[in-house]
């Protein structure tokens, strides 16, 4: 629970967890390194050469301190600081303040300081900045002021700052690789779950088996089981298909010979069982059918509802259309416009079924959008929404079946349509009508 925070800011996707993966350890490698060698190794050896040329130092103050006049004591100086690679020259000024100057840049600049300062208390000024690689020192002394100069070489190891950004570079090439490289890696990836997602709408694209060997068994695993699906829709809808054709036969035989025979009230009523049994079947096939055989297209939203509404309307029905809550007369989403029209005709009828007058409007936000039919029936309780929408599913206690016929396949079909096309159909309580309240939802 503690960690739960870091949670919520670290990369949700494969590739940048993979990211993090690679990039972490290269960052902390890099920054121990720095610690434990450019600030222990090269601080070391700054010391240590400092120190040596701090020995040099105190010896030139020793000499001139004891030459008898500054003639004697330049003399001196100067038969040393050839060879040893210094530049001794006196200085006109006396007066000298303490000063330390260097580059914010420079990383044994504090350390050069401190040494020099600790062990040649004379030194005045250290001035590691004024002229480049070369260290300038005035120091007092018993014949006044002189100034020194030698190599910055001579304290500090050349160049430490080229150690880091040889890392730095090496590690953002190495990483830069992996990259390419793991992206390879990922495509297949998002490959199978583009496909998975498409088949999950009821669409099939070409999707060819790569990657590694993991990435091929779920994509021979996908493709097996999509082989499977789509062969158990097609032996349903043969079964339902044919199921439906052989009965059609008896039953217009029936209905022909009802309709010869004496017009009466037995009569008229057995007609009325025959049209039950053949609407019954129709369900049964478009149940069985679904929306398998038509394509997904891009399709106007609003048009659609509208025309669902109109249909009804015609048909002397109390429909009530929201045309303020409409969306944008140019809105698409990619759909099966036959197989959503059934699905909306079928929430419109039972909402028409079970109540008085149904009420439709949209709901539209930047992830989705809401086909919304509110009726003022008697509803469905909460515990008893989910087992609606199951197919063959008749609710007496919930909604009252003398109102109309059917097989309790309306709320089947439109769970099965929107699941096809990756939406939902939720039921809930209509605040404004006191029915059900249906509620499709696409995603955009």
């Not at 949700?12 to 890099?30: C, S």
């Not at 006396?94 to 062990?119: C, H, I, P, Q």
């Not at 088949?199 to 990657?211: A, E, Q, R, T, W």
């Amino acid at each position: 629970m503690a960690f739960k925070w870091l949670k919520s800011i670290l990369p949700k996707g494969l590739y940048g967890r993979v990211a993090l993966i690679l990039i972490a350890p290269v960052v902390t490698i890099q920054l121990v390194v720095s610690v434990v060698f450019i600030q222990r190794h090269f601080e070391g050896v700054t010391r240590q050469l400092t120190a040596n040329v701090a020995l040099e130092l105190d010896y030139f103050l020793t000499r001139i301190n004891s030459a008898e006049n500054a003639t004697n004591a330049l003399r001196a100086v100067r038969e040393m600081s050839g060879p040893l690679g210094y530049i001794v020259t006196p200085l006109d000024d006396s007066a000298m303040e303490v000063a330390n100057l260097w580059a914010f840049d420079d990383l044994t600049a504090g350390n050069v300081v401190a040494e020099l300062r600790a062990k040649v208390p004379e030194i005045r000024v250290i001035d590691l900045k004024s002229l480049d690689r070369t260290v300038i020192l005035h120091v007092d002394t018993a014949l006044g002021p002189y100034r020194i100069l030698f190599e910055r070489s001579r304290v500090s190891a050349s160049n430490p700052h080229q150690l880091l950004v040889l890392m730095i570079a090496t590690s953002f090439i190495i990483t830069l690789i992996s990259f390419i490289f793991f992206r390879n890696q990922v495509r297949p990836i998002r490959r199978l779950a583009k496909a998975a997602d498409a088949f999950g709408k009821g669409n099939l694209i070409d999707y060819h088996v790569s990657g590694a060997t993991e990435v091929r068994q779920a994509g021979l695993a996908f493709i097996e089981m999509r082989n499977r699906i789509e062969r158990q829709i097609e032996q349903r809808t043969l079964m339902l298909s044919g199921v439906s054709h052989d009965l059609r036969t008896p039953l217009t035989r029936l209905k022909l010979g009802l309709s010869l025979g004496e017009d009466s009230d037995d009569t008229r009523a057995l007609i009325r069982d025959v049209d039950d049994m053949e609407e019954m079947l129709d369900e049964f096939l478009a149940f069985s059918r679904g929306d398998s055989l038509e394509t997904a297209q891009r399709s106007l939203v609003g048009a659609l509802f509208r025309q669902v509404a109109e249909n009804t309307k015609r048909l002397d029905q109390s429909v009530e259309l929201i045309t303020d809550s409409l969306p944008h007369p140019d809105l698409t989403l990619t759909i099966r416009e036959a197989a959503m029209t059934r699905a909306l005709e079928n929430l419109v009828t039972n909402a028409l079924r079970y109540g008085s007058r149904a009420r439709l409007s949209m709901e539209v936000s930047p992830k989705e959008v809401a086909f919304v039919i509110e009726d003022d029936g008697p509803g469905i309780a909460l515990s008893d929404r989910e087992n609606a929408k199951r197919p063959f599913v008749r609710l007496v206690e919930a909604r009252n079946q003398n109102l109309g016929t059917g097989v309790g396949l309306g709320l089947a079909i439109a769970t099965d349509i929107a699941s096809s096309h990756g939406g939902a159909l939720d039921l809930e309580d209509s605040t404004d009508l006191g029915g059900l309240r249906a509620v499709l939802r696409l995603p955009r």
